[in-house]
T-cell receptor, first 113, second 115 residues
Framework: GAGVSQSPSNKVTEKGKDVELRCDPISGHTALYWYRQSLGQGLEFLIY????????KSGLPSDRFSAERTGGSVSTLTIQRTQQEDSAVYLC???????????FGEGSRLTVL | AQKITQTQPGMFVQEKEAVTLDCTYD???????LFWYKQPSSGEMIFLIY??????QNATEGRYSLNFQKARKSANLVISASQLGDSAMYFC????????????FGKGNQVVVIP
C-alpha cells in the first residue's frame, strides 16, 4: 500500500488477555517505530527497529510488552496479560534508514475492560 | 525532565487568519532536529515541517513556517491563512543526536478554525 497500515484499527479485550497489533510499513522503509498515545497525551516512544533488529527498546513499559519484525517489513507488537492502563492508541511509523520524516499509520485503539 | 513543552490551551482561530503555536525544548545536545506534526480527528500523524539545529534559515513549507529561536530554545509553528481543514491537534517533537531516530513529543495544542 501507499502508506503505513495498522491492524486492527480497534481492539476491545478483557483484562488479562494477550493482544497482538500489526504494522505494515511503507515498502522500502527500513526503520520502524512503535509509539503509544494515551487519552489527551502526546506520543510515548516504545521501540525502534532498523531492519529486523531493535537497537532501542528502552520505551517498552514492562516485560509484558514485546515486539518483533520479520523480513524487514511487518512488525507485531504483543501485549501479554493486558491491564486497564494499557488502554491507548498504538501508533506505528516508518522511515527511510536515515530519513528525517516519519510516516505514521492511523493507529490501533486498544481498550482493556 | 520534559523535553518538549507545549502549554497553550485550546485555540479558536478565525478562518484566513494566522496562528502561532508555541513550543519550547530542552536539550544539551548541540545536534538535534525539531518537528511539527498535525493529528486530525482521523488519528493519523501528518508531518508538517522540520528544523535542524544547525540550519541557518527558518524552515518553511507552504503555509507553515517555523520560528526557530535557538538561544531561547523555542520552535514555534506559524500557520498562515488558516483553513477549516487545519482544525487538529498539533504536536512539536524533537530528535536528539545524529544517530538517534526516536522522537520526544510534546502534549500537543488543539486548534479549531472557525468560519
Amino acid at each position: 500500500g501507499a502508506g503505513v497500515s495498522q491492524s486492527p484499527s480497534n481492539k476491545v479485550t478483557e483484562k488479562g488477555k494477550d493482544v497482538e497489533l500489526r504494522c505494515d510499513p511503507i515498502s522500502g522503509h527500513t526503520a520502524l517505530y512503535w509509539y503509544r498515545q494515551s487519552l489527551g497525551q502526546g506520543l510515548e516512544f516504545l521501540i525502534y527497529f532498523q531492519g529486523n533488529s531493535a537497537p532501542d527498546k528502552s520505551g517498552l513499559p514492562s516485560d509484558r510488552f514485546s515486539a518483533e519484525r520479520t523480513g524487514g517489513s511487518v512488525s507485531t507488537l504483543t501485549i501479554q496479560r493486558t491491564q486497564q492502563e494499557d488502554s491507548a492508541v498504538y501508533l506505528c511509523a516508518s522511515s527511510l534508514s536515515r530519513g528525517r520524516k516519519l510516516f505514521f499509520g492511523e493507529g490501533s485503539r486498544l481498550t482493556v475492560l | 525532565a520534559q523535553k518538549i513543552t507545549q502549554t497553550q490551551p485550546g485555540m479558536f482561530v478565525q478562518e484566513k487568519e494566522a496562528v502561532t503555536l508555541d513550543c519550547t525544548y530542552d536539550t544539551s545536545d548541540p545536534s538535534y532536529g525539531l518537528f511539527w506534526y498535525k493529528q486530525p480527528s482521523s488519528g493519523e500523524m501528518i508531518f508538517l515541517i522540520y528544523q535542524g539545529s544547525y540550519d541557518q534559515q527558518n524552515a518553511t513549507e507552504g503555509r507553515y513556517s517555523l520560528n526557530f529561536q535557538k538561544a531561547r530554545k523555542s520552535a514555534n509553528l506559524v500557520i498562515s491563512a488558516s483553513q477549516l481543514g487545519d482544525s487538529a491537534m498539533y504536536f512539536c517533537a524533537m530528535r536528539e543526536g545524529r544517530g538517534n531516530n526516536r522522537l520526544a513529543f510534546g502534549k500537543g495544542n488543539q486548534v479549531v478554525v472557525i468560519p
